[in-house]
Each structure stands twice: as C-alpha cells, then as structure tokens.
C-alpha cells in the first residue's frame, strides 16, 4: 500500500464552474503524476510534478493546472469545468531506487461535468 | 513517437482457460515494459514488470516475458480464474528527464477480461 488518497471520490458539477480535486501521500515521494481515464483511450497524462512547486505539463494539459506546495498534496485544478472534462482521475506516484519508473495509483475520482 | 497496441476485447473465457493478452510496442531506447489490472471501481494495480530484454515478469499466475525482437510484452495465464475478470493495461516507461529518474508512461486502451464459472 503507497499510502495514496484522493478527494472527493466523485463529484458531480456544472459547466463553467472551477473544480479541485486532491491527492495526498503519506510516504514522502518525489514524483506525482494525475491521468485521465476515458474508454478507448486508456490513461493519458494530464500533468505531472517532480517536487515541491516543480510540475510539468504531459500530453493532455489543455484546461487543467496543478499546484504542489507540499511534497504530500498534489493539486489537479479545471478552472472552468467543460463536458469534455468528464472523466475518471487517477492520481499516480513514481516509486524506485535511482530510476523511479513503477507507478502506483489512487482509487480515482469520478468527475461529471453538466 | 512511443506506443502501446494491446489486443482489444472484450475477452471472455470460461474457469481454467488459457489466457493470452496481446501487447506489441514502439519506443525509442530501451524501455521499461507493465501490465497493470484494473478491478471493476478501484485504481489500476501493478501486476508485473520487466525492464530489460527476456526478463519475464511473473504474479499471481500471470506471465510475459520482454521480446526486444518483436517488441512484444503478452500476458499469459495457464488457468484462468472468475477472480481474474479485470481491465488488463499493457504500459511502456520511458524516462523523460535527463538525469533518467522520472518516468513517462504510456498506456495502450486496455483489455477487459470476463471469466465465467
């Protein structure tokens, strides 16, 4: 167990309207990572950090920003929702000794957007 | 650019069949190859890893092994179990710093198993 939570587990909202959603470790890892879940399209990267206020955009970044001011919060913030946005998020840590290439996920937060 | 081809389902078999998943890869250097499940409502869970050419990765049952000549990575499992029914991903890692200590992974579609008793 990575010791990974995300909040809230779902949530339903209407256009237009800002949403945050959180993900917290409890064991000090470096590197986090936020995907969106669609069907057909596996997990895409949406952005990822690699320390405290270090994040980086991946391949799908376009409406969504991201805050890390502790090594144990990574913030997923849309800043103004769209239908578009609806989706399973999963919130992923990278775990290794050197080369941190396994990941381990978060329950997921289902997101529907009105 | 990296990819991940996994064969799609769904895929349904019966209690004790052979499962075969198949997953084919294109990547740049050498990377990192996972099958991760995904149990219906939860997060995606590691199910095994090989990081270099004919490493096999092996639990709970399930194998494949990293064929760098066919770039290929499959899944296996002698005798499939109700139990196994799952979303199956294929994922390649590949390092996206210089320093070749944060990793980038790509998902391929995913494959939704179904055994039945």
């Known amino acids: 167990d990575a010791g990974i939570t995300q909040s809230p587990r779902h949530k339903v909202t209407e256009t237009g309207t800002p949403v945050t959603l959180r993900c917290h470790q409890t064991?000090?890892?470096?590197?986090m990572y936020w995907y969106r879940q669609d069907p057909g399209h596996g997990l895409r990267l949406i952005h990822y950090?690699?320390?405290?206020?270090?994040?980086d955009k991946g391949e799908v970044s376009d409406g969504y920003s991201v805050s890390r001011s502790k090594t144990e919060d990574f913030l997923l913030t849309l800043e103004s929702a769209t239908s578009s946005q609806t989706s399973v998020y999963f919130c992923a840590i990278g775990i290794g000794v050197l080369k941190f290439n396994e990941q381990f996920f978060g329950p997921g937060t289902r997101l529907t957007v009105l | 650019g990296n990819s991940v081809t996994q064969m799609e389902g769904p895929v349904t078999l019966s209690e004790e069949a052979f499962l075969t998943i198949n997953c084919t890869y294109t990547a740049t250097g050498y990377p990192s190859l996972f099958w991760y499940v995904q149990y219906p409502g939860e997060g995606l869970q590691l199910l095994l890893k090989?990081?270099?050419?004919?490493d096999k990765g092996s639990n709970k049952g399930f194998e494949a092994t990293y064929r760098k000549e066919t770039t290929s990575f499959h899944l296996e499992k002698g005798s499939v179990q109700v139990s196994d029914s799952a979303v199956y991903f294929c994922?390649?890692?590949?390092?996206?710093?210089?320093?070749?200590?944060?990793?980038?992974?790509?998902f391929g579609k995913g494959t939704l198993l179904t055994v039945n008793p």
């Open positions: 994922a390649l890692a590949i390092p996206f710093n210089s320093g070749g200590s944060n990793y980038k992974l790509t």
């Open positions: 090989a990081t270099k050419a004919d």
């Open positions: 950090s690699y320390g405290v206020k270090d994040t």
């Open positions: 064991e000090n890892h470096r590197y």
